[in-house]
């Protein structure tokens, strides 16, 4: 592939992962509006039925990753993806004309199926990176998500003034320029050299964990991540609660802090991480990220003026460098033939976080702000603190067994 080439087909691919998370989070401010309307009720039954598509929709994710990966091993990256662009895009136009509640989870049911591309987005950026090139480009993951996560609620947020179904005619539109400029672009990288056939019992998430369990210390990594994206997850699910709790934020300043989360992840994922590996490599990349989100988390649970929280917040973002180093060094133990299964039992580990975490940490919260006894706040913030020492446990650990 020439240099002109594979600049087009990564940006199609930076392009898709933006559009990914921008899609969750346009949808949000409208959500609580369209379920009342598709379905009456007050806000909090509202609450109830955006809780369970989005729960769906984390499940659906962590089902098809490993198997839309193992496609793309079989298939070519090529074909998966701009068949889910496809579906993606026809999806949003369902959402926007849907009227029962019971067609807005089937909806997500389909949403969640499509996003889980990210994992066959993943082994195509695997598949054309130099393996000291991986983990720095696996950190432009984030840095795609990042910018999705900043412009999703500020689009959806000025779009819902147009009404409900604004938001996802937007996201079809954009889906639907997306998918003609991928196919344009996008080459295609499975070769038969590293095409192998489709298995179900490789392609399931058990299956697939079970299969590259066996590879050289992946099965404790693919733990690693697990732990960390749940620590992780403590921000989206806590933050709008713990900053009105502990500073009486309003949303507008929710919102702005959550802004320049996204934009730190979109800048260290980005660019600072190439730095953090020359410096330290992977292995020392991913102990400075574990022990700067130690201090981050523990500093959040002490901030008690609102200020200093909103100058701090882009700051914990710096720590935001150990999943494209862990993927990067997972990457490299795994086969060429293997990197679509790879990237989607990351998928799927990164899912089961996301399945869970918001629950423990929201039940943190409640607990430590509901006389109980004892007034804490930032209970989940100290939670994720812990779970910190522990990623830190399970990466040193066994190093006589495993070198890393």
Do not use: H
């Not at 909806?107 to 991986?134: H, L, M, N």
């Not at 989100?293 to 100058?311: E, Q, R, S």
């Amino acid at each position: 592939m020439d240099p002109a080439s594979r600049k087009r087909a990564f940006t199609f691919i930076l392009i898709t992962l933006t559009l990914d998370a921008m899609g969750i989070g346009l949808i949000l401010p409208v959500m609580p509006d369209l379920i009342v309307e598709v379905e009456g009720g007050t806000i909090g039954d509202a609450a109830l039925w955006g809780g369970i598509l989005a729960t769906t929709f984390a499940v659906m994710q962590f089902i098809f990753g490993p198997i839309l990966g193992s496609l793309s091993d079989r298939f070519g990256r090529r074909p998966v993806l701009l068949i889910s662009l496809l579906v993606m895009t026809i999806d949003y136009l369902v959402m926007a004309v849907a009227g029962t509640i019971w067609l807005l989870f089937v909806t997500r049911v389909i949403g969640g199926i499509t996003a889980a591309t990210q994992s066959t987005a993943s082994a195509f950026i695997a598949d054309i990176s130099k393996p000291e090139e991986k983990s720095a480009n696996f950190g432009l993951i984030g840095a795609a998500f990042g910018l999705g996560f900043v412009l999703g609620p500020v689009i959806g947020g000025l779009l819902g003034e147009y009404g409900t179904r604004a938001p996802f005619y937007a996201a079809a539109a954009l889906g639907a320029v997306n998918l003609i400029f991928g196919y344009y672009v996008l080459p295609e990288t499975v070769t038969d050299r590293i095409r192998r056939p489709f298995l179900w019992r490789r392609a399931n998430p058990f299956g697939a964990f079970k299969a590259l369990g066996q590879l050289d210390g992946v099965r404790r990594l693919i733990f690693l991540v697990f732990l960390y994206e749940f620590a992780f997850i403590v921000y989206p699910a806590t933050w709008a609660f713990f900053t009105k709790e502990a500073f009486g934020w309003s949303p507008g300043m929710v919102g702005a802090s959550l802004a320049l989360f996204g934009i730190g992840i979109a800048i260290v994922q980005g660019g600072l991480i190439r730095f953090a590996l020359k410096r330290f490599g992977e292995r020392g990349t991913i102990v400075y990220g574990i022990t700067f989100n130690f201090l981050a988390f523990v500093m959040l649970t002490m901030i008690t003026n609102g200020w200093v929280a909103l100058a701090f917040i882009p700051l914990t973002a710096l720590g935001a460098v150990v999943t494209p180093a862990l993927q990067g060094l997972m990457s490299q133990r795994a086969g060429d033939d293997q990197q679509g299964e790879l990237q989607g039992v990351i998928a799927s580990a990164k899912s089961i976080a996301m399945i869970f975490s918001p629950i423990v940490m929201t039940q943190a919260f409640y607990a430590f702000t509901n006389d109980t006894g004892i007034y804490f706040p930032g209970a989940a913030f100290a939670l994720s603190a812990g779970l910190m020492i522990l990623c830190m446990v399970v990466f040193l650990g066994r190093k006589r067994q495993v070198a890393i």
